[in-house]
């Protein structure tokens, strides 16, 4: 599994458009640009659920919820992952987790996630 730290987290108003960015810092550079990376989030009292993903190709897919309002990139050079929030809702308040699927390993990376809270 590869470690993943997340960062940008906080406490923001509604309409706020901070940025999370998530390091494989440890990852190898020809290693993590096979690996399919993503976005979830987790509310108190739901499941984990599916944000933003990008393939190791570039294929992006989003939650219907985001509604052209997050943008999930990528920075191989910097083995980093990030998801451009804006427009938040207090609806959009979680815990951020970033996740790597690579293609050698059975089971899925998970960074300890960062908490996202809008104050409306």
């Known amino acids: 599994q590869v470690p993943l730290v997340e960062s940008g987290g906080g406490e923001v108003q509604a309409g706020g458009s901070p940025r999370l960015s998530c390091v494989a810092s440890?990852?190898?550079?020809?290693?993590?640009?096979?690996?399919?990376m993503g976005w979830y989030r987790q509310a108190p009292g739901k499941a984990r659920e599916l944000v933003a993903r990008?393939?190791?190709?570039?294929?992006?897919i989003y939650a219907d919820f985001v509604e052209g309002r997050f943008t999930i990139s990528k920075n191989n050079g910097r083995k980093t992952v990030y998801l451009q929030m804006s427009s938040l809702k207090p609806e959009d308040t979680a815990v951020y987790y970033c996740?790597?699927?690579?293609?050698?390993?059975?089971?899925?990376?998970w960074g300890q996630g960062t908490q996202v809270t809008v104050s409306s």
């Open positions: 990008m393939t190791k190709d570039g294929r992006v």
């Open positions: 996740n790597a699927r690579t293609p050698t390993s059975p089971t899925d990376s």
């Open positions: 440890r990852a190898i550079l020809s290693t993590f640009v096979t690996y399919d």
